[in-house]
């Protein structure tokens, strides 16, 4: 389940957090973890199903970790509970994740799910196209020339510029299946960079493609368009059989005529509007 604040994350401790950063808040029983924070604790394993827990991470493994970390302060903010460590070689900074995101942190999303901090994250080494000025292509916004924590650019194209949040919202939307590079359309080696520095892009539909998104372009028609309506229920009115029933038109499917309103035979199957025979104006139709 996932609750809306004021529920608390027994990792990072915050009460609110964007979820484009830290992901959904989950709660059960009492307990309430960030999605991200579950999956970057340095030693909290999946040892469940998908289904079982908060993404396969059982409840008492959890509830362990919070209790591991419980006096771990964060380099960052220096509150306890920090439970994402650096992975660089002898580094041992640990922090909250969404401190680490805010501090410049990394942490990836595929793998290990390694995090790295300020000091030791992945970095573009990419010879871009520079521009002046230069604009993010998702946001259009002016943006430094450079590449930074904040600044990334395509690695196939080596011209298409983006803030990190941008680019980050775009993955989220569109997910593995879609996320791209917005300029050169370019897929693997866009989006193996991307992972490697810290983007993550879920396996799944899209957002467009998830509840329904287009269902009302799967609507049929379903309305009488005849100058005047004979049927007394209305033109809403469709029947099976009969002179009600309702037929559309078989070019453009856009309008529709109950038999007897058009003076069609109680046994015709199909029917053409005006515009589309040829014998209207052809206004207000479109196929």
């Known amino acids: ?8 994350c027994g ?11 830290a992901g959904q808040l989950c709660c059960q029983d009492g307990l309430c973890v960030h999605e991200n924070c579950l ?47 650096c992975r660089s070689r002898r580094c041992y900074r640990t922090f909250h994740f969404p401190c680490g995101n805010e501090r410049g942190c990394i942490s990836q999303f595929f793998g290990e799910f390694k995090s790295f901090c300020w000091k030791h994250r992945p970095v573009q080494r990419v010879r871009a196209v520079q521009q002046e000025p230069t604009f993010c292509v998702i946001c259009w916004e002016p943006m430094r ?22 680019i980050q919202g775009q ?18 080696t866009f989006q193996r960079e991307m992972f490697r520095l810290g983007i993550k892009i879920p396996n799944r539909d899209a957002a467009w493609e998830e509840r329904e998104a287009f269902a009302d372009q799967y609507e049929q028609h379903s309305s009488c368009d005849a ?43 199909s029917w053409e509007c005006s515009d589309c025979s040829g014998t209207g104006t052809g206004e207000g139709c479109s196929s």
């Open 39 to 85: 999956y970057h604790a340095t030693r909290l394993m999946q040892r469940g199903a998908d289904e079982e827990g908060f993404y396969g991470f059982l409840l008492p493994d959890i509830q362990q970790e919070i209790k591991r970390v419980a006096k771990k302060k964060c380099c960052i903010c220096h509150l306890r509970g920090a439970s994402v460590t």
């Open 171 to 188: 993955a989220l939307r569109s997910a593995l299946h879609h996320f791209r590079c917005p300029l050169c359309q370019d897929v693997a």
């Open 227 to 269: 100058d005047q309506c004979l049927c007394l229920a209305g033109r809403d009115q469709a029947e099976e059989n009969g002179p009600w029933r309702l037929l559309l038109c078989s070019s453009c499917g856009s309008r529709g005529t109950h038999r007897r309103c058009s003076a069609l035979e109680d046994g015709a199957d």
């Open 11 to 21: 990792l990072c401790q915050r009460e609110y957090c964007d979820p484009d950063v």
């Open 145 to 166: 020339g450079w590449l930074c924590y904040d600044t990334l650019v395509c690695p196939a194209c080596a011209s298409a510029w983006f803030h990190r949040r941008c």
């Open 1 to 8: 389940r996932v609750l809306p604040s004021p529920a608390v």
